[in-house]
């Protein structure tokens, strides 16, 4: 189906991206996403096993020391900002999952009850091992804008048309969808010039209020 589409869509629209919930946070799904010549943004387990690359002299040993999120070595820190009781930490690191087959780069957004010292953290990550923690974060971001402009485009552009077969109204939206992924293009553009998140954007607004704190 994702083949079929790139297809009909060729060169007028170049993608580079593949946005997928925490569903679709696994080896199948990025193994398919690099077959058609994409990079998979996606969420893993909060639970997920990881480790750190072996750095010893044997050769035979493939994984180092296992990662605890809610417990990160300072080295990969980020960024760092406060929003009243609360502190959200940003790490970002290469890291290899047993269930991968390759290295993947994760982004931990760590947030902490400064009076409570409650926590709750989420792992995003990139198949892409040369985006930056805040473009991953944009990325995975646009995820939630995505729906929800394409919740509104069904009620204002008639998207509905698509589960009807008379052929003059899904002519009528294909054009419609045309416009609309142009409309859609523009956020897409100058991820590396964007500053660092802040927990006002609506997307990370969104993925955050999800985090079980405990």
Known sequence: MLSALLITMGVTIPLEYLLLDGKFGHNAAVQMTRQLGLHLVSKLRYDSALYLPY??????????????PRSMPQQFL???TMEEDWRLDYYQLQVLHKEFAQSLNVVIVLKTNLKTQQQGH?????????LTYHQLIDLYSLR????????????ILGFGGFYE????RCYQCRQSSFLYGQSLSSPL??????????????GLEGLLSSLQIC
């Open 165 to 168: 077969y008379l052929s003059n």
């Open 122 to 130: 989420i792992i995003l990550f990139s198949s892409d091992l040369e």
């Open 144 to 155: 939630f804008q995505i729906e929800f402009d394409f919740r509104d485009a069904l009620a």
């Open 78 to 80: 980020c960024h760092t």
């Open 189 to 202: 553009t100058g991820l590396s010039t964007r500053p660092p998140p802040t927990v006002q954007s609506s």
């Open 55 to 68: 750095q010893g002299t044997n050769s035979r040993r493939k994984y180092g020391d296992q990662l605890n």
